[in-house]
Nanobody, 111 residues
């Protein structure tokens, strides 16, 4: 059974930074891409960023230039570095690995 666990969410002021982590307990972690998604209250879950097994990254236009996705295969972890946070970034952030999702981590951007 694969477990996906996100962490790192917090309350932060506009302009601040956070780093989210996603750990996936899978022997094939290094052979698969991983994605970050977010869902604000009352809204659909939206894609934020992805990273391939080879380390190539892609981003939603809304976060491009502010967020950076990276991975550490030895730790079976994918990170989402979020800078210049805005109130509209407030959401529960989810990690997807293959068909598996984590429980989410809450990011709140507010003064």
């Amino acid at each position: 059974q694969v477990q996906v666990v996100e962490s790192g969410g917090d309350l932060v002021q506009p302009g601040g930074s956070l780093r989210l982590s996603c750990v996936a307990s899978s022997r094939i972690f290094s052979f698969s891409g991983v994605g970050w998604y977010r869902q604000a209250p009352g809204k659909q879950r939206d894609w934020v960023a992805s990273i391939t097994s080879g380390g190539m990254s892609s981003y939603a236009d809304s976060v491009k230039g502010r967020f950076t996705i990276s991975r550490d295969n030895a730790k079976k972890t994918v990170y989402l570095q979020m800078n210049s946070l805005k109130p509209e970034d407030t959401a529960t952030y989810y990690c997807q690995f293959l068909a598996y999702w984590g429980q989410g981590t809450q990011v709140t951007v507010s003064s």
